[in-house]
Structure formats: structure tokens, C-alpha cells
């Protein structure tokens, strides 16, 4: 009679351990923990990047990028949800100490941000689904999507008990202002946010 083999008990990789993985072998896809559940979201394409240049510069013009704030493309937000959920903004205003604030797998505690934008991909479900409510729930004051599936900019506001209280929508040809909370009175152009889809 011959022995079985025996194998060791198999360990689960922890959420961040498995997206680490993930991050490793999709390379260039953002892969973020939303709600306990892994995504990863591909590579953008051009008109995604023209499109954050394009709102980045008013944030700019407005000092936004200084000694008070500082605007940040694909910075880690640790999200309260979940033991291991983060999620990374397409564009961020963050407080300048952002440094100090590090909660774990080089995200950072939400009290530092002050604004999020998420340029809309392929998933834009995500972004107006899923997201509106993490980033509600994380106290983020002001969440910026910009649809450019639907060619609209809506900008989300007053978070309160995992919803944002106040949902403004711009269409082409509008102009709106955002709040001064974010460390300066920002007016923008749909136009201008959404040329790179023309």
C-alpha cells in the first residue's frame, strides 16, 4: 500500500496582495479595490490623457499647484468601506502635506483630498456608479466626472451619509464654477474639458 501525497494547506493572497499581482501582469491598467471587489481598468486611451490636460490647466492658472494644494494625477485614496479598498482618481486636488497622510499601499487618508475627477473610460459605470458613493462615503467634498460618453461634466457635492446631497450637470456651451473649498474659486469650460472628444 503506497502513501498519498500530501499536499500543504494553500494560502489566499490577501485583496492587496492579489492586486498587486494583478497590477503586475496587466501592465499599465489601474487596478483599484472598490467595494471588496478588484478592477482593472485599461490602458487610456489618448483622448482620456488630452482631456486631464486640457481641465488640468485652469487648476494650475489658479496656484492650485502650490505651497496650500497640489494637483495629482493618479494618487492612491484610501477608501473606509473595506479593510484594503482604495481607489485611484483619474485627477486629484489634494492638501499639500499629502505626504504625512499615508494609510497603506501608497494610498492616502481622504481628509487630504479636496477634489477628485474621473475622465469616463470604457467602464464608466464605475464612475458613475460605483464611485459616486465610495467617495461619499470617504468624505471627499467635490467629485468631478467627465462623461465623454454622454458629453456632459456633472460635478457632485455636500457628501452626507454615503451620497452626494447636490448633483449639478453641465452640457457643451456651459460654464461652471467650482467650489472655493478646493482652495480657489476654478470657473470651467465643458467646451474646453470635453474638446478632445471634437
Not at 501592465?27 to 478588484?38: M, N, P
Request: charged share 20%.
Amino acid at each position: 500500500m503506497s502513501a498519498a501525497a500530501v499536499e500543504g494547506p494553500f494560502e489566499q493572497p490577501t485583496p492587496l496582495e492579489a492586486a498587486e499581482l494583478i497590477s503586475k501582469q496587466l501592465v499599465g491598467h489601474r487596478v483599484e479595490i472598490l467595494g471588496g471587489q478588484i478592477t482593472a481598468t485599461p490602458p487610456p486611451d489618448g483622448q482620456h490623457g488630452d482631456t486631464l490636460t486640457s481641465v488640468s490647466v485652469p487648476f494650475l492658472v489658479a496656484g492650485l499647484h502650490g505651497e496650500g494644494t497640489r494637483v495629482i494625477q493618479g494618487i492612491g485614496l484610501w477608501l473606509p468601506d473595506g479593510p484594503s479598498d482604495y481607489a485611484i482618481p483619474d485627477l486629484s486636488i489634494v492638501d499639500a502635506d499629502y505626504a504625512d497622510h499615508v494609510v497603506e499601499h501608497n494610498c492616502y487618508d481622504p481628509v487630504i483630498f479636496r477634489l477628485v475627477l474621473e475622465v469616463t473610460s470604457p467602464n464608466h459605470l464605475v464612475d458613475l456608479k460605483i464611485k459616486p458613493t465610495l467617495y461619499a462615503e470617504a468624505g471627499v467634498p467635490v467629485y468631478v466626472i467627465v462623461d465623454r460618453k454622454n458629453l456632459k461634466v456633472m460635478v457632485l457635492t455636500d457628501p452626507r451619509d454615503g451620497d452626494y446631497r447636490v448633483h449639478a450637470v453641465h452640457h457643451p456651451g456651459q460654464s461652471f464654477t467650482l467650489p472655493e473649498s478646493i482652495g480657489a474659486a476654478v470657473t470651467l469650460s465643458v467646451d474646453d474639458v470635453l474638446i478632445a472628444k471634437k
